[in-house]
């Protein structure tokens, strides 16, 4: 009953605004339910109705955003000690603590947007992968710093998710869209790649939409940088040693993992870098080696 | 090196003596800076010689006046000095390379009133190779100093706290005669030296000594058998069922890793992979088929045949470096090698303790030579080798570590969680902070 409501409110705020990171979204719908619960006793029981909530949302929508955001967010509030005897005064604080945490990252897409525009010269030519809203922020940024560059996005197969072709010509970048098989092709032409980021994983490797690898390797291959662009909320406590040690339920979309029995016939949706690949990384905590992301995620969950 | 950095004070001196005289002589500023600038740069350098930390003893054999240095500081202890054996390959003559057949206690006189008589043992144990690995070599380390605190009284008008330490210093010297200290044995020691310079010397000695104990059980407990347990957990997760795991040497950690996924019924099988002249292979051999896990066993000559079949390779380790690299049995850093090559994952498996602020690049600087005699084998009644010191020629080399770049290691599993081989520093950094 409330987590139908919650799920509810979750897919409204995805789809009133769809510029929101879905883990944005994820933590309003947590902090909605803080501020709705009614049965929690103690602080043990309220963690537990939290987690029970993210499982749900995971369930809405499986990408590893949502998974990371959720457990950070309930790190946040509830790492310091909590000293009221009281519960709703300590839920109070939990609310606030929250509320905190929601605009730190709101503004974090502005912050990977700002450290990343000056590292596009004029006349780049970028290859991006797929449709990514940190990346279109990035372009945005540096198209109003008045550089000229122009753009190819790969077409981005299962479900075409090249709606980014439309984004950029709006915002008058010349924008070329190419095959994803044709990524070997163009990579001698391009000056550097940027991508986006589903998830960044401990090792300094992202999960990222599928072909993000083949770019990956390719563009090793070139010696052309590689730069991934992630909120720092997408940080996640995996560690995948090759494609296989990817969990199933990140793999597929949420729908998928519900209607079907044998997964070995479905196509995954995401894949995994590794981070010999990877140039370096921009987050709202600045710009990283793949080697520092292990030394942030420590100070992040530790 | 003493008469060095006096040397040094006395030219910093006069320098700064000289360079007060020409700027009170001097009018223009600009030669004045420059002057500044010279002689503050002397400065630091000599300054910089001072603080600078020098290389151990053990690893500068070659060198007389440092052997010269330690022959007086165990004269000094009343502990024999060990000769070293045989002749030496010359990429490693600047390190000790000693004959299990004389062992240190021949030279001592019996009974030893300097060393303790569990000490003793333990060095004997020790150099001849009845207690090995490293978790088994610090945990019998550990006991032995328990004995010695069991065993220890205060003289009169000295501090337990000061006492006792230098009580311990000429037992880890003769312990480092009989076999160099490993990087765990280094860490135990300084956390032991540690825990009894902060007994407050109001404290009584009874007093003293149970809390001194107590701190050994607990430094056992928690960073070995608990870590065990912690590593264990986070290995599990990485163990499928139909794995084919590749395991080199006997890794104590390693194997309790594996019977510990067993026991969860996970299906997997094993290949254990040995190399002469230790073959410890078969210890492991045996103690994972006795659980009843599938196993197979090859040498290290046939790692290119049989890793085709392999999913995942564990290792263990001896020590993890300050820059990321593995040290670890001689032969690791070739399974990771030939590992990268074929991308099979490669997992190191460490605990913590076993962390050192040591760096090194290459497996020649810091080492340890084994008996020559090991590689000498017998069939069918002759034995090849054996007259190698006969010929001028011949030099026998029996290494016994090796360090692997972290370019080829996947993942280190700690009882800290799962880090990059990389995040090293990062892991030591925040055990200095804890402390």
Redo the contacts between chains.
């Keep these: 009953q409330l987590e139908q409501e919650l799920v509810e409110y979750f897919r409204t705020q995805v789809r009133q605004d769809p510029e929101v990171p879905s883990a944005v979204a994820a933590i309003r719908t947590l902090l909605e339910f803080l501020k709705r619960d009614q049965t929690g006793e103690t602080i043990l029981g309220l963690r537990e109705n939290l987690t029970q909530t993210i499982r749900r949302l995971e369930e809405a929508d499986s990408s590893v955003a949502v998974s990371s955001g959720g457990e950070l967010f309930l790190r946040f509030i509830s790492l310091t000690s909590l000293e009221h005897p009281d519960l709703s005064q300590c839920k109070k604080v939990m609310v606030e603590r929250g509320e905190l945490f929601l605009k730190k990252i709101s503004l974090s897409r502005s912050k990977v947007a700002k450290l990343c525009h000056t590292f596009i010269k004029d006349g780049a030519k970028i290859l991006t992968h797929s449709s990514s809203r940190v990346v279109l922020k990035v372009l945005e940024s540096a198209a109003a710093d008045k550089k000229r560059f122009t753009v190819y996005v790969t077409e981005s197969q299962p479900d075409s998710a090249g709606q980014m072709a439309d984004k950029l010509q709006n915002l008058n970048i010349p924008v070329t869209v190419v095959l994803d098989a044709a990524v070997g092709y163009i990579m001698e032409k391009v000056d550097l790649v940027i991508v986006g980021a589903e998830g960044v994983v ?3 490797g992202i999960i990222n939409k599928i072909g993000t690898y083949q770019l990956a390797v390719c563009s090793k291959a070139h010696n052309k940088p590689f730069y991934v662009v992630a909120e720092s909320f997408k940080f996640v ?1 995996l ?1 995948p ?2 494609q296989q ?1 990817v969990p199933e339920r990140f793999k597929y979309k949420a729908d998928t993992l519900k209607a079907v029995e044998d997964l070995a016939e479905e196509h995954p949706m995401i894949d995994y870098t590794p ?2 690949l990877i140039t370096l990384l921009f987050t709202d905590l600045g710009v990283l080696t793949p ?1 520092a992301v ?2 942030e995620l ?1 100070k992040l969950y ?1 | 090196s003493s008469i060095l950095h006096i040397a040094a004070v006395v030219v910093s001196g006069t320098s700064v003596v000289v360079y007060m005289y020409t700027w009170c002589l001097s009018s223009s500023i600009h030669i004045s800076a420059v002057v500044v600038s010279m002689f503050s740069t002397i400065i630091c350098g000599f300054l910089f010689l001072l603080v600078v930390k020098r290389l151990p003893e053990h690893v500068q054999v070659d060198d007389p006046a440092v052997v010269k240095r330690l022959a007086k500081k165990l004269e000094r202890q009343q502990i024999p000095l060990r000769s070293d054996y045989g002749y030496k390959v010359s990429l490693f003559s600047h390190l000790h390379q000693y004959s299990r057949k004389a062992p240190l206690t021949q030279q001592l006189s019996i009974p030893s009133t300097v060393i303790h008589p569990s000490i003793v043992r333990l060095g004997l144990q020790y150099s001849q190779g009845i207690v090995a690995g490293s978790n088994a070599r610090s945990v019998a380390l550990l006991h032995a100093f328990k004995q010695v605190i069991r065993d220890y009284t205060t003289p009169p008008n000295e501090e337990l706290s000061r006492d006792l330490v230098n009580k311990l210093k000429p037992y880890i010297s003769f312990l480092n005669q009989c076999r160099p200290l490993s990087a765990s044995m280094g860490n135990a020691i300084k956390y032991i030296k540690k825990e009894i310079s902060n007994i407050p010397s109001q404290c009584k000695e009874e007093e003293a000594k149970t809390k001194l104990l107590t701190c050994i059980d607990r430094y056992i407990e928690e960073k070995i058998v608990l870590a065990a347990k912690a590593i264990s957990k986070y290995a599990i997760e990485k163990i499928s069922d139909g794995d084919v795991i590749l395991v080199y040497g006997c890794s104590s950690l390693v194997n309790n890793i594996l019977c510990e996924a067993f026991e969860k019924s996970r299906k997997f099988r094993v290949i254990v992979v040995d190399s002469r002249p230790r073959l410890e292979g078969r210890e492991a051999l045996r103690r994972l088929v006795q659980r009843g896990i599938s196993c197979t066993y090859v040498l290290i000559s046939a790692l290119s045949y049989i890793l085709p079949e392999v999913s995942k390779v564990f290792l263990g380790a001896h020590a993890l470096l300050a820059n990321g690299y593995v040290m670890s049995r001689v032969g690791t850093s070739q399974i990771a090698l030939v590992a990268r090559t074929f991308n099979v994952p490669v997992l190191v498996c460490c605990e913590t303790y076993k962390f050192c602020e040591k760096v090194q690049t290459d497996s020649f600087v810091s080492n340890e030579l084994d008996d020559p005699d090991d590689l000498m084998v017998t069939r069918k009644g002759k034995t090849q080798l054996e007259n190698w010191q006969d010929v001028s020629s011949l030099g026998l080399l029996n290494l016994v570590y090796d360090v692997t770049p972290p370019d080829f290691v996947d993942l280190v599993i700690t009882d800290l969680g799962m880090i990059p081989c990389t995040s090293v520093p990062v892991v030591l950094r925040v055990k200095n902070l804890d402390q």
């Design positions: 401990e090792s300094g406590r560690y040693l090759n040690d981070p010999s080697s292990s030394d420590i530790l």
